[in-house]
């Protein structure tokens, strides 16, 4: 190989290097896009507590891989993931039609709801004239019903994806927003007012 060839190829090693694991941050807003469920009138008081976080690592919501241009890392804009989808979960709640508060430890409500995050991961990959957007996420809730003292425990699973010919924040933020309003009302779906209590909802009978 030409001294010139050689040097032209060892400038080309050092920048794509130098390109690799900048560890780019992106802050992303996580907020549930307005659900389409019915909003019901329901004289049920419910208390929501803080979603736990139990991901096996919570440093970094997921990430975007970029070929040999080293990977960009996403987190939670404004506070923390727990905390911006328990603020989600209460305006759902509220705009579904029940009476819904943070858990602060003081007062009493009919029911508490004890929620969990199993699971919540963002993955981006650039593609050939196109990125794929990947949302997955597992959420657990405990009901905690205050007139019988019973429990019911629901999971829910909600997953979604989307391809785009450019990346940007705001469609993987929709993305975000539509998996939550999707696993919140599954969560809905699954439970039925019951007097003071929240039940499972029983499978109709076939007419």
């Known amino acids: 190989m030409k001294p010139l060839c050689l ?36 004289p049920l008081t419910v208390a929501v507590s803080p979603f736990d976080d139990q991901r096996q690592s919570s440093e970094h919501l997921g990430m975007r ?5 080293g990977a960009t890392y996403f987190d939670v804009m404004d506070g923390t993931l727990s ?44 593609k050939s004239l196109s990125t794929f957007l990947e949302v997955d996420t597992i959420m657990a809730f405990t009901v905690r019903n205050a007139a019988d003292d019973s429990t019911v425990r629901i999971a829910v699973g909600v997953g979604g994806t989307d391809n785009e010919v450019f990346f940007a924040k705001r469609d993987l ?16 779906e699954k439970i039925d007012v019951q007097g003071q209590t929240l039940k499972f909802r029983l499978p109709q009978e076939a007419s």
């Open 7 to 42: 040097a032209g190829f060892l400038l080309a090693v050092l920048f794509i290097s130098g390109c690799q694991g900048t560890g780019e941050i992106v802050k992303l807003r996580i907020q549930h896009v307005e659900s389409e469920v019915d909003a019901k009138d329901s």
């Open 65 to 69: 891989t970029r070929g040999g241009r």
């Open 83 to 126: 905390q911006r989808v328990t603020s989600s979960f209460v305006d759902f709640l509220n705009q579904a039609g029940f009476s819904t508060s943070p858990a602060n430890g003081t007062g009493s409500a009919d029911v508490k709801i004890e929620p969990a995050i199993q699971k919540f991961t963002v993955q981006v990959a650039d």
């Open 173 to 188: 933020e929709k993305l975000i927003g539509e998996v939550l309003a999707e696993g919140f009302e599954e969560f809905l």
